[in-house]
């Protein structure tokens, strides 16, 4: 089994930055992509941002500019690096990963418990 444990979560004013951390452990063989996704009550959970094994990154429209993503292979860590907060930004903040056991062909994907986010002045 595989665990995902996401952190730095808070309440921060508009404008504000905060950084979440999303930290995988068990039985890894590799990650390949990592993943941040976020969700309003009552609405769908989106994308927020993505990146591959290789380093490649994808991010919504809404946060480009504005939050990065990057992550440590040998901490098996994802990182959100979010700036310039905006209110809209409110929401539970999942990590997901897409996991290969060690000697699986195959991945799975794992989401995190979620962390909350909120702007607010």
């Known amino acids: 089994q595989v665990q995902l444990v996401e952190s730095g979560g808070g309440l921060v004013q508009p404008g504000g930055s905060l950084r979440l951390s999303c930290a995988a452990s068990g039985r890894i063989g590799s990650i390949n992509t990592m993943g941040w996704y976020r969700q309003v009550p009552g609405k769908q959970r989106d994308l927020v941002a993505t990146i591959s094994s290789g380093g490649r990154t994808n991010y919504a429209d809404s946060v480009k500019g504005r939050f990065t993503i990057s992550r440590d292979d040998t901490k098996n860590t994802a990182y959100l690096q979010m700036n310039s907060l905006k209110p809209e930004d409110t929401a539970i903040y999942y990590c997901?990963?897409?996991?290969?056991?060690?000697?699986?062909?195959?991945?799975?994907?794992?989401w995190g418990q979620g962390t909350q986010v909120t702007v607010s002045s």
């Open positions: 997901k990963a897409d996991v290969r056991s060690p000697g699986s062909f195959w991945s799975i994907s794992y």
